[in-house]
């Protein structure tokens, strides 16, 4: 309602809990024809991550703006990863945040859209885990545990004017990122004991420009420029040092210290020709791009309180990386009473150049690609549809393949390459089948998948008892994959109740370069996803949501030393009860 529209809305809530828990949240809402805000502060410590519920602006989003490859973290404070449960159970912290969302009616048809984010996250962990590397002689095994904590500054502020008018949309956007983190961590092993400091701080900006004019013809020109710029910073220290066989002629030190940076420029034109009239709707265009990044690093050793450069030339990177590409793209659409399929040709030459006059190398990629994708679907009735897809597609890596000095990961992993840029293509067919009965609200479906991959590298792993090296090597490697799977979904009217079932089976053969064996693998996975809710009472239901997958990774032609099974199970239950109608 009008009036509605014109007053000021808003909303608190508090959560208390023991021992010492809130959860707390105060917004306001106001909607009329000049304006529109939705401006939220919130604030917990039940383990309810407000970084990553800001959808569009958290850490992993602002990653995706820098470049077309980003580099996410390098280095990390321990091995072990989280354990396969529901965040919140495992995540202590103390968090707040404010979003402050608002958009502005403006003369001429203009709209102004501003989002301004922040979070503080100040959260700590204390866990125990064991990770164990199986050969066909021998196991290695390592025991972790950390007590860590951690603080995280995170803001955005994005500005974004549109004008929608007859015959031309015009939209710019422009947003800042920013984010500051320190953690430090206590790490107890078998083998030694670290104190750890991890920081690293992310700063970029992205401009997006878009511009559709519509034509008298009635055809469509579209216009886009993207750029973005931004860099990460990252150290990591370790007490004592580490590697000193590797790094320091055997001698021990007091510490070490790496830092890494990786600064990354990244622009795209696009032009488009779109005539959506006729049996066949065609779409043409032609785009270039350039993506810069440099990949500085360097180790160093901390003695007497001083930081002081190692004595190895295999402690520093300076690699300079430029990838450019242009690219013509037809796409060609046909809609029919029971028949559509849609096919899109792009093609496209790519060039990359990389070098490090530490280890003067200067190398040069220039690749013509052509990858076709084909997609159609045919309605056989009503309510049954049968559906088909090809995909071709070419993917390469990025500055992280290809820089040749030591990049030490964490107290335990230390990293190089010795190869060249990472270069893998695919093909992948799928075929689905879905029907129902809608006045029964009976549904299911069936589908069949299939991809191989080849590419020109394979990961090396070498293992010792207290050191994991990592290297991409120049070597063929192909991975094959099919699967199969399944749905039901029922209401049964007589229960009141809905049951829906998905399932799956799939099947990879894939290779492992592990201490310097090759070794093939089969792995065959199951999953089987159960839901049922229904009434028990007129004001009581039941909810069940369970998750079972059973994972086994069988050696090809081995003797079965390395063959594992994994199972895991996840159940919910929920008793939702209404209190009042």
């Not at 997006?208 to 008298?216: E, F, G, M, Q």
């Amino acid at each position: 309602k009008e009036e509605a529209q014109l007053a000021l809305s808003g909303q608190a809530k508090i959560g208390l809990g023991l021992p010492k828990q809130y959860d707390g949240e105060l917004n306001t809402v106001l909607f009329n024809k000049k304006y529109k805000g939705l401006n939220v502060i919130n604030a917990n410590n039940i383990g309810n991550e407000l970084a990553s519920s800001m959808i569009g602006y958290n850490a992993a989003s602002m990653l995706t703006k820098l470049g077309s490859t980003p580099v996410n973290n390098l280095l990390s404070l321990g091995t072990v990863g989280n354990p396969p449960i529901a965040k919140q159970h495992y995540f202590f912290n103390n968090s707040g945040a404010i979003n402050a969302n608002n958009l502005f009616h403006l003369q001429n048809k203009w709209q102004v859209v501003s989002n301004l984010q922040a979070v503080f996250e100040k959260s700590n962990q204390d866990f125990e885990g064991q990770s164990e590397y199986f050969t066909e002689k021998d196991t290695y095994s390592f025991t972790e545990k950390q007590a860590s904590d951690t603080k995280d500054w995170l803001a955005s502020i994005a500005l974004k004017a549109t004008q929608n008018v007859d015959h031309k949309y015009l939209e710019n956007a422009l947003s800042f990122d920013y984010q500051n983190q320190a953690a430090n961590a206590s790490i107890y092993t078998s083998n030694d004991d670290f104190n750890l400091n991890r920081n690293y701080i992310i700063k970029g900006f992205q401009n997006k420009l878009d511009y559709v004019p519509a034509l008298r013809n009635g055809n469509i020109v579209q216009v886009g420029w993207l750029v973005n710029y931004g860099s990460k910073p990252q150290e990591l220290s370790l007490k004592p040092g580490v590697f000193m066989g590797l790094l320091n002629d055997g001698i021990s030190y007091d510490a070490t210290v790496q830092q890494v940076e990786v600064p990354t420029y990244f622009s795209q034109l696009n032009m488009g020709y779109r005539i959506p009239k006729g049996i066949i709707s065609q779409y043409y265009a032609v785009s270039g791009s350039i993506d810069g990044q440099q990949l500085k690093s360097t180790i160093l050793k901390v003695e007497n309180g001083d930081r002081v450069a190692l004595d190895i030339d295999s402690a520093a990177n300076d690699m300079h990386w430029l990838r450019s590409s242009f690219a013509l793209q037809a796409n060609y659409e046909y809609r029919g009473k029971r028949f559509f399929s849609s096919l899109t040709l792009p093609l496209s030459y790519q060039s990359t150049r990389y070098r490090d006059a530490i280890y003067r190398l200067d190398a040069v990629q220039g690749r013509v690609l052509l990858n076709p994708k084909f997609g159609a679907k045919y309605f056989v009735n009503v309510e049954s549809e049968l559906s088909f897809s090809y995909d071709r597609a070419n993917f390469f890596g990025n500055i992280e393949d290809v820089y040749r000095g030591l990049i030490i990961r964490n107290y335990r992993s230390i990293s190089n390459n010795s190869a060249g840029i990472n270069e893998s293509s695919s093909n992948a067919f799928e075929l689905n089948y879905k029907t129902g009965k809608t006045l029964r609200l009976l549904f299911y479906n069936v589908g069949f998948s299939y991809k191989r991959t080849k590419s020109s590298t394979l990961l090396s792993n070498r293992i010792g008892n207290d050191i994991s090296q990592t290297a991409l090597i120049a070597m063929d490697n192909y991975v094959q994959s099919y699967s199969v799977i399944g749905g039901f979904d029922k209401y049964i009217f007589s229960l009141a109740s809905a049951l829906k079932v998905k399932a799956s089976v799939s099947w990879t053969e894939y290779n492992q370069l592990f201490n310097d064996a090759l070794l093939p693998f089969l792995n065959t996975a199951y999953m089987v996803n159960p839901s049922l809710d229904f009434k028990v009472w007129k004001k009581l239901n039941l909810s069940y949501n369970g998750r079972i997958h059973l994972s086994m990774n069988k050696e090809r032609g081995g003797l079965g030393n390395l063959d594992r099974n994994t199972l895991n199970m996840v159940q919910n239950i929920g008793l939702p009860i209404t209190v009042a109608p």
